[in-house]
């Protein structure tokens, strides 16, 4: 009997997701369960990130004056300023989004301790909350980068 065999089997499976360079991180986030502790520690720099990103795309939407605005899309002949204004309106729509979603699912991690009634650790509660919360913070994580990669191409 060989005993040896699942190790290897495991290795097998983790070989191209867990020791590709970036893609190990997503995959030691998002297929393992993480501890209460390092998942704030994510949720906090991704709040951090996406506050920034908004106070970036709060200056975006009032780059141009409103006499200036008006002279450009008077003069608009090439649809720059239509698409300046379209997509400065949806890269802060994204991030807003993003960061109300942030909020919620903060709140939530934050607020529950998933421990049972005698102080120890609910394994199965953490497990179910993980399996749509991973879904909700890859959400978050997609809209924050989209939206920021939608301001920064309005300029």
């Known amino acids: 009997m060989n005993h040896n065999a699942p190790v290897k089997e495991e290795r097998q499976l983790l070989h191209r ?36 990103m908004l106070g970036m795309g709060s200056e ?21 300023y239509v698409e300046f204004s379209e997509m400065s309106h949806d890269g802060f729509s994204l991030l807003f989004a993003s960061m109300i979603m942030f909020v919620l699912i903060y709140l939530y991690a934050a607020m529950a ?31 924050e980068h989209y939206g920021a990669w939608v301001l920064v191409t309005v300029f």
Do not use: K
């Not at 006499?67 to 003069?75: D, G, H, I, K, L």
């Not at 394994?123 to 879904?135: D, Q």
């Open 113 to 143: 301790d998933f421990t049972d009634s005698r102080g120890m650790r609910n394994h199965s509660a953490f497990t179910a909350w993980w399996s749509w919360g991973r879904f909700c913070i890859f959400a978050v994580m997609l809209y």
């Open 17 to 52: 997701a867990h020791y590709l360079p970036v893609l190990n991180i997503f995959y030691d986030f998002f297929a393992s369960l993480p501890e209460t502790g390092q998942l704030l520690q994510v949720l906090e720099v991704n709040g951090t990130m996406i506050a920034l």
């Open 60 to 80: 975006v939407l009032h780059l141009l004056h409103f006499e200036e605005a008006e002279v450009s899309r008077n003069r608009d002949w090439d649809g720059g």
